[in-house]
């Protein structure tokens, strides 16, 4: 055990895998070097976290930060940003953009984007298309790659595959977790008719809760048919819940802050176009069912699904007005403050936050503090009572769903690989970001 650190974590109340207790985490080169009782004069640099919680470094596997193509939105830059600001040290980035991320030439354009300007480690998805299923076994083995990402119902951007026999392509072109936007295309084109002019109410009818549970039963299906792993991002239904309880052999699924926080129609009344999202805020029985699912350990990670547009394209009238909201940065302290009000234990956000995702797209060296591990570390105030508000954003679009939420706890200080990214609401140490490695690939590198 090394004598001397270059950085030790001091009298946090640290979230180990043997549970949570007050000690010293040490860290030399980036790493975990040791857990226990240290003297301060024994690293060159000490925060003091008493009275803090020091968890596992929380990762967002589903962020969309519009790079190429929609930086009036959001950038690398600016994103990450917001992530490190809410106590995120990783994120996961969709292939969305324009042009979208669907060759292995537009991967590299995004991963030399990066270098140098994200603030959290980050790794992307590659997107499925109808015409590039040659391609995604090269993108899937990439460094810095997560999967492959399949849009089953249209949303944000161009990526489509709507049909059984593509999606059926996709699962076995590859041989990672492929993940899902779960929605059927075909329900959604015969249901836009429903659409009422300036009534953000209507927009779960028109995505309603069929769409979603049909296309998932599909997926599962062809899931199982293929004999490929699937990840069923932001999940919002009972059915589905219950439907992918019974595949825990090949699906693992996602829930949101906002599918979690929000609810129709109360939401839609008061937000308008700003609770306006894809697959949409539901009904109360379906929040309480997600609620259910999440205390029985059905969905395995939490995302925030974050996707910004400006205020001046949430303003046209629904539903001309986009889909999609800002959430990185939210993510911690608005699920924190349900942990402290009894709706989750902490343990449960650490798992879906930290272990979840490590578990999940296999990360390397991340997803737990102990020693060896990357010294990535949320340290957050569990006592910290404050509101959300827009100016504490750092998002290019300029609005939060959550305006006005007094959160009950608070993200103090972000590290990423041992380096102080963010304290006290100021980036400290711009442009440390690389990318997230996956146990799967890393016999290439």
């Known amino acids: ?119 959290t480690d980050h790794a992307f998805y590659a997107g499925a298309t109808h015409d590039n299923t040659d391609l995604l076994p090269i993108m899937e083995r990439m460094d810095g790659v997560c999967g492959v990402k399949v ?88 059915e589905e819940m219950e439907m992918l309880a019974a595949a825990k052999d090949i699906a693992t699924c996602e829930v949101t802050p906002q599918h979690l926080t929000l609810v129709g129609p109360d939401d839609y009344i008061r937000l308008k176009a700003y609770a306006q999202m894809n697959p ?34 949430k303003s046209r009238p629904y539903p001309a007005s986009p889909s999609g909201m800002p959430g990185v940065q939210t993510l911690v302290p608005v699920m924190l403050t349900h942990v402290v009000n009894g709706k989750m234990t902490l343990e449960r956000f650490i798992e879906l936050t930290s272990a979840g995702p490590q578990r999940v797209f296999g990360i390397a060296g991340k997803g737990r503090i102990a020693q060896g591990y990357d010294a990535d570390f949320t340290v957050v105030d569990m006592k910290a009572k404050k509101t959300i508000t827009k100016e504490w954003s750092a998002s290019r679009c300029g609005w939060t769903p959550f305006e006005g939420m007094e959160a009950k706890a608070w993200p103090v200080a972000t590290f990423v690989r041992g380096t102080m990214v963010m304290c006290d609401a100021q980036i400290v140490a711009p442009g440390r970001g690389a990318p997230v490695r996956f146990t799967e690939t890393l016999a290439q590198a």
């Open 280 to 313: 949409p805020i539901r009904e109360e029985k379906h929040r309480a069912a997600l609620w259910v699912a999440v205390n029985q350990g059905i969905p395995d990670v939490l995302g925030s699904d974050h996707a910004p547009h400006t205020i001046e394209e």
């Open 151 to 238: 849009f089953m119902g249209a949303s944000t951007g161009q990526l489509l595959v709507e049909d059984d026999e593509g999606v059926e392509r996709v699962l076995n072109a590859i041989s990672r977790r492929a993940a899902f936007h779960s929605e059927d295309e075909y329900r959604l084109a015969d249901r836009r008719k429903l659409a009422r002019q300036g009534d953000w109410t209507s927009h779960y009818e028109v995505r309603d809760a069929e769409a979603a549970i049909s296309s998932t039963r599909r997926l599962l299906r062809l899931a199982r048919k293929t004999g490929k792993r699937i990840h069923v991002l932001h999940v919002t239904t009972a």
């Open 1 to 119: 055990m090394p004598t001397t650190f270059d950085l030790i974590i001091k009298g946090g109340l640290v979230a180990t895998p043997g549970g949570i207790a007050e000690t010293d985490v040490g860290v030399n080169a980036g790493k975990i070097a040791a857990i226990g009782s240290f003297d301060a004069s024994q690293a060159g640099q000490v925060f003091e976290a008493h009275g803090l919680h020091v968890l596992p470094g929380v990762i967002d596997s589903q962020v969309h930060f519009r790079e190429p193509g929609l930086e009036w939105k959001e950038d690398l830059e600016t994103g990450s940003r917001c992530a490190a600001l809410g106590g995120v040290t990783a994120v996961f980035e969709m292939p969305n953009t324009d042009p979208s991320t669907t060759s292995p030439e537009m991967m590299e354009d995004k991963l030399k984007r990066a270098l140098g300007r994200m603030h």
